[in-house]
């Protein structure tokens, strides 16, 4: 129904950035909020940063504030999340998500579509 593509993951050491990119394609009329998780080994999926597919609100998770930065083109259907001040607590795999629900605080479980993950490692 929804395809979800994330590019831009990598190698940075601590301090660094890293722009991740998600581009959405197929039925992407119902898509009402965008969003990004990360998961590192033995861990459980955490929330990063959301973002309302009309642009009006954005959430982030407290351990990013200040941080990083989400944000949408709507023209390509693209949601980037812009990671600066990278620590070594970063590293996971990041993982794009798109829903349905219009509550910006929606936990994963919420979400409806999910990319394969881009790995995102942060060197001391």
């Known amino acids: 129904q929804v395809q979800l593509v994330e590019t831009g993951g990598g190698l940075v050491q601590a301090g660094g950035s890293l722009t991740l990119s998600c581009a959405a394609s197929g039925r992407t009329l119902s898509v009402r909020i965008m969003g990004w998780f990360r998961q590192a080994p033995g861990k459980e999926r955490d929330f990063v940063a959301a973002?309302?597919?009309?642009?009006?609100?954005?959430s982030y998770a407290d351990s990013v504030k200040g941080r990083f930065t989400i944000s949408r083109d709507n023209a390509k259907n693209t949601v980037t999340l812009q990671m600066n001040s990278l620590k070594p607590e970063d590293t996971a795999v990041y993982y794009c998500?798109?829903?349905?629900?219009?509550?910006?605080?929606?936990?994963?479980?919420?979400?409806?579509?999910w990319g394969q993950g881009t790995q995102v490692t942060v060197s001391s």
């Open positions: 973002i309302s597919w009309s642009g009006g609100s954005t």
């Open positions: 998500a798109a829903g349905s629900t219009y509550y910006i605080r929606s936990p994963a479980d919420r979400y409806d579509y």
